[in-house]
């Protein structure tokens, strides 16, 4: 496909964002724009382009063949623009910095968010450390992390909201809910924010429940789910590949929400605040995926 050389960089992201999130709509609220002009802007890049890219109507939106073949151009494109303006910018971000994030999130959606990051700022270094929310608190509040993505914990305000959702039931695709046995929890050991609200929840209502099985990585409970040993309570948006929800019924009961947000050392540091902005970036786009 010959496309001109002169395609605004603002018409390319547009396009895709689109395809990421899935809809005009979602693409507009990631960018931060009106869905009009998101759809002006495609319109634009089909009329350089000289032909259909996207086929929409009012129940699904596709690729054409045009449309796939652009897509690697264009993200290759606004990735070289971004390394452009890092190199003519008189302070392109350099440095350490000491990452630290929840399990759940480092298993599921940190490698895309590294990905991202590491093209557009390479020469800042990470230090990444996962594990239970409580542990990575304790850690960045004795000066030992410099940013820190996290459950929120009860009657801590600081950071920035990524996203809120219920905690949900998954398992095993195939495991069978028993409504007369105790219900056999798949657990991270305390302190845990799902663990703690988890069992709230089943003494709240009466349900008789028994550990089945406790890990401090997500890998293992992942494991012993998918050996249908339980069920555990976790991010459906963070859910691990194999799993599927449970549906919560008169013998599951819904389970309460969960806020991810992301807390930084303040003012100062353009590094961390690059991370942030990446990290906040996917979660919204994830967000407005998750919610169309």
């Excluded at 009012?58 to 303006?85: C, F, K, W, Y």
């Excluded at 000491?98 to 390479?122: C, K």
């Excluded at 960045?140 to 009657?155: M, S, T």
């Excluded at 540091?269 to 994830?286: C, E, F, K």
Aim: aromatic residues 6%; neutral net charge; hydrophobic residues 45%.
């Amino acid at each position: 496909m010959s496309v001109p050389n002169l395609i605004p960089v603002d018409l390319l992201q547009a396009f895709v964002a689109v395809v990421d999130a899935g809809s005009f709509t979602r693409a507009a609220r990631a960018l931060g724009l009106r869905q009009s002009t998101v759809s002006q802007q495609i319109g634009r890049l089909e009329t350089l382009a000289g032909r259909r890219l996207l086929d929409r109507d009012t129940h699904r939106m596709a690729l054409t063949p045009s449309g796939e073949r652009l897509l690697d151009q264009a993200r290759a494109i606004i990735d070289s623009h971004v390394r452009l303006g890092q190199t003519l910018s008189e302070a392109p971000l350099r440095g350490r910095l000491r990452l630290g994030a929840s399990e759940d999130f480092v298993l599921s959606a940190l490698p895309d968010v590294l990905a991202t990051f590491a093209r557009r700022h390479p020469e800042v270094d990470l230090e990444l450390s996962g594990g239970l929310s409580h542990d990575l608190y304790d850690a960045f509040d004795a000066g030992r992390l410099d940013v820190i993505f996290v459950k929120r914990r009860a009657g801590d305000r600081r950071g920035t909201r990524a996203w809120q959702e219920p905690i949900r039931w998954i398992a095993h695709p195939e495991f069978h809910l028993d409504a007369h046995a105790p219900l056999p929890l798949l657990l991270y050991p305390p302190p845990s924010v799902t663990r703690a609200r988890a069992l709230e929840t089943l003494e709240g209502c009466g349900r008789d429940w028994r550990i089945a099985f406790t890990s401090a990585s997500l890998a293992g409970l992942s494991a012993a789910a998918r050996a249908g040993i339980g069920i555990m309570p976790h991010s459906e948006r963070l859910m691990p590949r194999g799993l599927a929800v449970v549906p919560a019924g008169a013998t599951l009961p819904a389970l309460p929400d969960v806020e991810f947000v992301v807390i930084g050392p303040g003012p100062g540091n353009p590094a961390a605040d690059g991370l942030i902005a990446t990290m906040l970036q996917w979660a919204g786009i994830a967000a407005a995926v998750q919610c169309g």
